[in-house]
């Protein structure tokens, strides 16, 4: 959709200058510079311009109506199609930077609406306090290996799949005081799925090492793992959780976000969606059959 606004802002601009063209030419052509066949050929890709510009805004036209459709479908019947989709599922939710309420509260609420429960959150600091943590790992011999080069991205990848494995959570209990800002729900049990959202903007170095880990580790879970974020969301998580596997959300806020989120969760075919540029699989991931 945006791809298509772009393409008739750039015929315009083509119009315009050939428009100026034009009547530049027909100055000149007073003065025996333009001749009549140029001026013709100009005239000729004014014409075929304004065309490909008119089927251009009827492309435009269309997609928007098909998302606007698609938007009111997911509103009208949001809580019928996610109803009970999550019954008995337990979920994970990472903010990579501090907590953005309106996040959370689209998350929870698709968790909710579901039938599902979020059970822990967790929240880290960004940047790292890469010091502080590297001095707190090599307290510990078992944790050296995650000193050096490589070191924490291999800790972000393992800080993952603790998150979502649950039981003993060694690692968490060493970083937790360094680098998580908030948190909430038990460390203990199993998630079955889990979702990832980053508010901060990207990160370079060893903090950016870290978060590639994080994320990897998210992805090769074994579980649902969903990045997200919400609609005008500058710059874009998605791309960067698309490189690491990630299955990704825009607009969560939104009832088709939502309801793109639950199916996800649910164990659904595993993708981009949304209705931003970067929604490779489209709106929604594809609805089960009735049983």
Do not use: C
């Amino acid at each position: 959709m945006f791809d298509l606004r772009y393409h008739v802002a750039s015929l315009a601009a083509v119009f315009l200058a050939l428009v100026i063209g034009i009547l530049v030419g027909v100055g000149l052509s007073g003065r025996g510079f333009v001749d009549d066949a140029e001026r013709t050929n100009l005239n000729n890709q004014i014409r075929d311009l304004r065309e490909e510009r008119a089927a251009a805004d009827e492309l435009l036209d269309a997609a928007e109506r098909r998302a606007r459709a698609m938007q009111d479908f997911a509103a009208v019947s949001y809580s019928t199609l996610v109803s009970r989709r999550l019954d008995g599922v337990s979920v994970g939710l990472v903010f990579a930077g501090e907590v953005d309420r309106n996040v959370d509260f689209a998350v929870r609420q698709a968790v909710t609406d579901g039938g599902g429960r979020l059970l822990r959150t967790r929240a880290i600091v960004l940047p790292l306090p890469v010091e502080d943590l590297e001095g707190a790992l090599a307290e510990d011999t078992a944790l050296v290996q995650y000193l050096g080069k490589g070191g924490l991205g291999r800790l972000g990848r393992d800080l993952g799949r603790e998150l979502v494995a649950g039981g003993r959570t060694p690692l968490w209990e060493v970083v937790t005081r360094l680098i998580v800002a908030e948190r909430g729900g038990p460390a203990a049990p199993p998630v079955d799925a889990v979702v990832v959202v980053r508010t901060e903007p990207p990160q370079r170095g060893p903090t950016g090492e870290f978060l590639t880990g994080l994320y990897t580790g998210l992805a090769r879970s074994a579980v649902p793992a969903v990045g997200v974020e919400i609609t005008g969301t500058e710059p874009s998580t998605v791309p960067v959780f698309q490189r690491h596997g990630l299955s990704t959300v825009d607009g969560v806020e939104t009832p088709a976000g939502r309801l793109a989120l639950v199916l996800l969760l649910a164990g659904g075919q595993p993708g981009s969606y949304g209705v931003a540029a970067t929604a490779n699989d489209g709106v929604l991931p594809s609805l089960p059959a009735p049983e």
